[in-house]
């Protein structure tokens, strides 16, 4: 169907060094909006080259950007994770594995393993992932409209009265399998686990937290294995853009983290429900003008 049609790449012309660094400034910057906010970074980063005629950068070079992203998010939440990591050395020298900071810490662990073990996966598997039909701009708009729809529906019958305490480890293996649907362009990572979250009764902000907390793992290790591709890919531009990329990304991933956490405080998600909608039916009403054209 020409709708699920993987758009062919633009041929890569040789394009000077400040072009590179412009073109990675704009997709860190998509990037560090994205990446946090339930919308997804992924669909973004496909989306926005290929509508202003760059083509598709590609997997590796966006999980490169991404970096920044986690870069941010370790600075931001670097007391959390210091009192993670002491609660599971509690833990491990007292037994004390009921602490929260002990729990928490087994929950993130557990929440990786489901996104690591998709991504291996796919890498061993599904050579062709870039080229696949999931990477569509067809399949990129139903997924965003399919998960919009989930956020409404988590939005309108969560309980919402669980907080950070409440943390199980069976909590990190929910969320967890939530966080590898991400592997799917338009799924968002954020979106797949805070709607997982407030489905399970959590409250928004520490439904939020949370998904930040659990998404450190994955996002770095989805960066590091795709360094060197990237930084060889046509599309990256090489090492000077591609970190112009990734410190425009964790700059605004920090902006980002920021306003979310405040806004869910005394918000819904509904706004978030609404722009996914909006941006799916927008992205079939152009693939629509761009097939009957």
């Known amino acids: 169907m020409a709708l699920f049609a993987v ?3 633009l041929p890569a012309p040789t394009i000077g060094i400040w072009e590179a660094c412009f073109r990675s ?3 860190g910057v998509v990037q560090g909006l994205t990446e946090f906010l339930p919308i997804s970074s992924t669909a973004h980063l496909k989306v926005v080259p290929v509508l202003l005629g760059w083509g598709d950068p590609g997997v590796a070079v966006t999980a490169v950007i991404q970096l920044g992203s986690i870069a941010a998010v370790l600075g931001y939440f670097r007391a959390d994770l210091a009192e993670v990591l002491r609660g599971v050395a509690r833990a491990f020298r007292h037994g004390q594995w009921t602490d929260p900071s002990a729990r928490m810490g087994v929950a993130i662990a557990l929440g990786t393993v489901p996104i690591v073990l998709g991504g291996l996966a796919l890498k061993l598997w599904v050579p062709g992932y870039d080229n696949s039909p999931l990477r569509s701009m067809g399949s990129i708009a139903i997924v965003s409209i ?3 729809l989930l956020l409404a529906w988590a939005e309108w019958v969560g309980s919402r009265r669980r907080q ?3 943390v199980q480890p069976r909590d990190g293996l929910w969320v967890g399998l939530a966080q590898a649907l991400a592997l799917v362009p338009g799924v968002s990572r954020s979106g797949s686990t805070l709607t997982a ?6 409250q928004r902000p520490a439904a939020a937290r949370f998904s930040f907390l659990l998404g450190i793992p994955a996002i770095t290790l989805a960066g590091l294995v795709s360094l060197k591709e990237a930084f060889s890919a046509p599309a990256g531009g090489g090492v000077v853009p591609m970190l112009v990329g990734i410190v425009a990304a964790a700059v605004v991933s920090w902006l980002a983290i920021a306003w ?3 806004f869910l405080q005394h918000h819904s998600t509904w706004v978030f429900v609404i722009y996914r909608l909006l941006f799916g039916v927008g992205i079939l009403i152009w ?3 761009r097939v009957n054209g």
């Open 260 to 262: 979310l956490l405040r």
């Open 7 to 9: 758009l062919p790449d």
């Open 287 to 289: 693939l629509g003008a």
């Open 197 to 202: 979250a407030l489905f399970d009764s959590w």
């Open 164 to 166: 950070l305490d409440d």
């Open 25 to 27: 400034l704009i997709l």
């Open 146 to 148: 399919v998960m919009a």
